[in-house]
C-alpha cells in the first residue's frame, strides 16, 4: 500500500470515527422514536445508516449540520424501508421460551396465570415495557435505563411506578 493510500485511509477512518461519535448519540434517540422504543431495531438502523456514510464517505457533506442532515434523511428512509418490509412479511413472533418445561406440580392454573400477565403486559404501553423489560428482564439499575433510554432518572421511576400500577390493575390484585 501506499503512503497516500495509507493516509487516505486513516484519514477516511478518522472522519468516519468524528461522524459517529458527534452524530450516533442523537440518530439513536430519533430511531427510538421512531421504533417506539425497539432498541434492537434503532440500533440495526443505525448501523445501517453508519454503513452508507461510510460507503458514501466521498460524497458526504463536510459541514456539520449539512453531515447531521444527510445522516438523519437517511435513517429516516431505512426507517421506513424497514416498515415497509415488515408490511409485505408475514408477521414476526417472539420465540417460546424452550427452557421452560413444566413439571408435574404445574397446573392449568398456573398457565391460566401466565397468560394473563404476558396479556397484561402486552397492553402496557410501549415506554412502560421498555422500562419494566430493562429493569426486570435485563436487571439494570436505575440509573443504567435512564442512560440507556436517554432519559431522566426520576422518569425512570415513574414509568416503573405508573406501568406496575397498571399491571395490578389489570391483574385485578
Known amino acids: 500500500m501506499t503512503i497516500t493510500a495509507c493516509d487516505d485511509r486513516l484519514a477516511a477512518e478518522a472522519r468516519m470515527t468524528a461522524l459517529h461519535d458527534e452524530h450516533a448519540p442523537a440518530l439513536l434517540r430519533f430511531l427510538l422514536r421512531l ?13 445501517e445508516t453508519m454503513l452508507r456514510a461510510w460507503r458514501h464517505l466521498d460524497s458526504l457533506p463536510t459541514e456539520h449540520d449539512d453531515s447531521r442532515r444527510w445522516l438523519f434523511t437517511v435513517a429516516r428512509r431505512i426507517a421506513i424501508d424497514t416498515v415497509r418490509r415488515r408490511q409485505t412479511r408475514p408477521v414476526e413472533i417472539g420465540l417460546t421460551d ?35 423489560t430493562e429493569i426486570y428482564v435485563h436487571g439494570a439499575g436505575l440509573d443504567e435505563v435512564a442512560e440507556r433510554l436517554g432519559i431522566p432518572v426520576g422518569t ?18
Do not use: C, N
Open 35 to 47: 421504533t417506539r422504543g425497539e432498541r434492537q431495531t434503532a440500533e440495526d438502523m443505525l448501523q
Open 156 to 173: 425512570v421511576k415513574s414509568r416503573a411506578h405508573y406501568a406496575l400500577r397498571s399491571l395490578r390493575v389489570a391483574l385485578g390484585a
Open 98 to 132: 424452550l427452557t421452560w418445561v413444566p413439571d408435574s406440580v404445574d397446573s392449568i392454573g398456573t398457565a391460566d396465570a401466565a397468560e394473563a400477565i404476558r396479556l397484561a403486559f402486552q397492553a402496557l404501553t410501549p415506554t412502560h415495557r421498555t422500562v419494566l
